[in-house]
């Protein structure tokens, strides 16, 4: 989970295609969701860019192949040239496929 997340800070989108599942479904806490290839395309376009991305009080919970994932977050990030912090409570759903997870959704509300 922290490994995509800085994935999403240093915009490798190689990592970030490794960690997500296909049918992503990415959602901000404005109600903006993004798919697996808008995640890579707005980073790639700079229209998104993470300047950093802290997590605490995790919690994890695995039921065989998913888990579900919630943290506090508080993320610095540009949008459309605009810089913000937002304090976030995210909720991410993991899938173990082979050996590894992959995200496969993600929605955040405001703190």
């Known amino acids: 989970m922290k490994e995509f997340h800085q994935a999403l800070v240093k915009k490798n989108t190689v ?4 960690q997500t599942d296909k049918a992503l479904s990415y959602g901000h806490s404005n109600g ?3 798919t697996k290839t ?5 980073l790639e376009s700079g229209y998104i860019s993470y300047q950093d991305f802290k997590e605490d009080s995790i919690a994890v919970t695995i039921n065989g192949t998913m888990a579900n994932v919630r943290f506090n977050a508080e993320i610095t990030a540009t949008l459309k040239g605009i810089t913000s912090t937002f304090p976030l409570r995210v909720l991410e759903v993991w899938v173990k496929k082979g050996k590894r997870w992959v995200l496969f959704a993600r929605q955040a509300v405001k703190k």
């Open 32 to 34: 903006w969701v993004e």
């Open 15 to 18: 990592s970030i295609n490794q």
């Open 38 to 42: 808008d995640v890579i395309k707005d």
